[in-house]
């Protein structure tokens, strides 16, 4: 029976995961792939580690060029998470045509166009379905199980720990810092969680995803990203009473003019919405094709599991693409969409929650405003002061209409006489 | 370019949308698969009908074995749906190493052993998305994404028919009379709708995903099979009140000693459970594997277009296999699982509903069978009484037990006096 060897760059979470779950169910793979696979070496920063899984001492090497220097590997799984080394190894491992395995978002995200000339010009595969929504094979559904569909549109539930804290913020009524410190406490969250709450990692898993079904690498910097720092729990609530739930989504889509548009902001989802109701540390992606409709994936986005069997897959796809060389080097590039549209001439509808005096005449100033630029209101809403004295909240749901628009309006709100605080905007999505 | 010949057998619904589909995406396919594909016959029934789609007439043709003859065809596309014309013709395509792409699951059920023999015999391989959830890539996630996996269990509403009716007899407090004729109506049941509403339809795709999961073609006669048509609204209703949807589950699971089950019957879900707001024609599959944890896919069970979207990413497939030969013909079996376990051996939790004399004693009597055979009551409901006279509901909830147990426990309490009609019992599932 054929062997591959595998060499593993980093015992983190994940690595520690990865192997020991392809030792646990080794006899299962080489039944299923009708070939072994062997750990051969493992790159780690410091071999003196205590680790929770036992990996023999002989494999242990503080060399990551140690993999790409052992011709008994064929395999290269990249889970160093770094920056230059990671892109160093995943390129001298293309080189050398060995097949890569990486979940490493941030460096697809930044180096995907760089990494996939590299595998076509020596056709050498990279896979990465561990990058994005970790055990959910949303990667190879989107390249395989869609090949024939055009992608109308992806919106996705990707950081698993922005959505504990609005789980949280929503069921408990805590407030971010609250929810972010229990979601640390759990572990859900790293001591820094900036590229979590800021939507940066969303932003990268939105980029690879849209990169896969539009066939080209999009520049991190033509998409639009809004964290969830500053939301409140009142708008959270606020959100509630208009029947919507707030999300940090993910949404790609494409037009029939060709533009495709990606950004990550906190979102109001109808709590009909199946992904209304994907809470705690889960992840869902909601994804349109113009042949298969509307379909869903659920499950863990995160985590040593969940992310593992993603790996041990792209593994296994590796093997295959040894013994039988693939056209797919795991990303097709092509021309046939349009660029990257900017957030200002991209349409949606709004929530906008305002802080104004409690007198008469203030709503008609408002809607003036929103009437002159041509942005209309489906509902108003002016709730039970929750401030002291004269200022009270005030909140409107907008009907469609450009980013470049509705800052317009935000920014003339904002000079009102009336209005007390900076104008809080937050996007809604509907569903059709 | 390298461009591969298509033949496709049956031009009903889903035969249209393929050829349909292929023609309108074809640049998009083009691109991402590196490959042209062309439809060079066309086998039909009745040449001279008049079809939705545009179909050349050069390319028409009665008989189905001109596409076994003609060696332009590289890819055989099996949607006949019929038995032994649509063996004859997988079969000789595989003789012929055409890769076969098919979705007929009745005829995989009952020959899928038989196919993948020749498959493998021939190393020829047989691709088969369309045949279990429409558009939902189960098929391609059981077999790639979850390589790595043992499955633990597989919950799936697989019939969309019946999954209509259902929805109708919850929502609208509809008969399943009238439910099954508005979704007659509305084109979502046949004419003759028995095999979607007696669990036939559902038991093969059940044999299907179990035969994927663990390895070898489970025997139709092994499995148990359940339809919904003797489900009263009151049942329905009932099951609401204990916090449960009804639905018709596949349910497919493997326990430690190797053994695996496999059935198809209504069950009681947890309202809240995604798989209980699964409504309409739609279906889901809530997958929990070993390493991944709990997963859950969702989209559109049938139709034209979401069962297109399936045959095309096998014809995709084809195309990659012919380039590069693999491995993995469609169904790795091996011989890790045991087999599967009879229906009385597997234990489940249970609803009962009997139909009692109101009067003193009646519940200590059946309590009292129900304790001898060491079964445990969870929960007892008497709720109003809708008939006249002294007959009254009483409805029951039952702690795990065997079939064998509650059966016996079934015809005990059904030989009471105080008991006016035969017991009703439904299967209820929880997930951890």
């Known amino acids: 029976m054929q062997q ?23 006899a299962l793979l080489r039944e299923r792939l009708g070939c072994t696979l062997e750990i051969r070496k493992v ?17 242990l090497t503080t060399r990551w060029e140690d993999l790409l220097d052992d011709p008994s590997i064929q395999i290269v799984v990249e889970l160093m998470g770094r920056k230059e080394e990671s892109l160093g190894l995943i390129l001298g491992a293309i080189e050398r045509k060995k097949v890569v395995v990486t979940g490493n978002k941030a ?25 994005v929504a970790g055990g959910i094979p949303i990667i190879k559904a ?10 109308q549109s992806i919106h996705g539930i990707i950081n698993g720990t922005s959505n504990y804290i609005l789980s949280r913020m929503t069921d408990a009524e805590m407030s971010f810092d609250e929810a972010l410190r229990e979601a640390q ?45 500053s939301l409140t729990t009142s708008d959270i609530r606020f959100a509630k009473q208009f029947g919507y739930r707030v ?40 994804v349109k094709g113009d042949v298969v409709g509307e379909t869903l994936f659920y499950g863990r986005g995160a985590g040593q599991d969940a992310t593992s069997s993603a790996v041990i897959s792209d593994i296994a796809e590796a093997a295959d693409a040894l013994v039988s060389p693939r056209r797919n080097l795991g990303f097709m590039p092509h021309g046939l969409y349009g660029a990257c549209r900017p957030i200002d001439d991209i349409e949606s509808e709004y929530y906008l929650r305002l802080s104004v005096e409690d007198r008469p005449g203030t709503i008609a100033q408002i809607a003036g405003i929103l009437g002159e630029l041509s942005i209309g209101i489906s509902s108003i809403l002016q709730p039970e002061s929750e401030d002291e004295g004269s200022t009270v909240p005030l909140l409107l749901m907008i009907h469609r209409a450009t ?20 104008p809080r905007m937050i996007r809604v999505e509907h569903f059709s």
């Open 43 to 59: 790159a780690v920063r410091d071999p003196a580690r205590v680790r929770p899984v036992d990996v023999p001492a002989s494999l």
């Open 142 to 151: 989107i390249r395989e199980a869609f090949i024939g569909n055009h992608i």
């Open 247 to 286: 999300k940090l989504l993910g949404i790609i889509k494409s037009d029939e003019s060709r533009g495709i548009e990606v950004r990550v902001h906190p979102t109001l989802v109808p709590e009909k919405h199946v992904l209304a109701s994907v809470n705690g540390v889960f992840n869902a992606l909601a």
């Open 4 to 26: 591959f060897g595998i060499g593993l760059a980093g015992m983190g979470n994940v690595g520690a995961g990865v192997y020991k779950h392809l030792v646990q169910n080794r």
């Open 185 to 229: 406490e759990a572990g859900y969250a790293e001591a820094d969680p900036s590229l979590d709450v800021n939507g940066g990692d969303a932003a990268h898993k939105a980029i690879i995803l849209a990169s896969l079904a539009y066939g080209f690498w999009v520049p991190a910097d033509r998409i639009f990203v809004e964290g969830i720092e």
């Open 107 to 131: 460096l697809l995200a930044e180096h995907g166009k760089e990494i996939f000339e590299a595998a076509t010009t020596h056709a050498s595969p990279v896979f990465f379905e561990a990058a």
């Open 403 to 422: 980013n470049r628009q509705i800052q317009n309006a935000l920014q003339r709100i904002g000079l009102l006489a009336c209005v007390k605080k900076p």
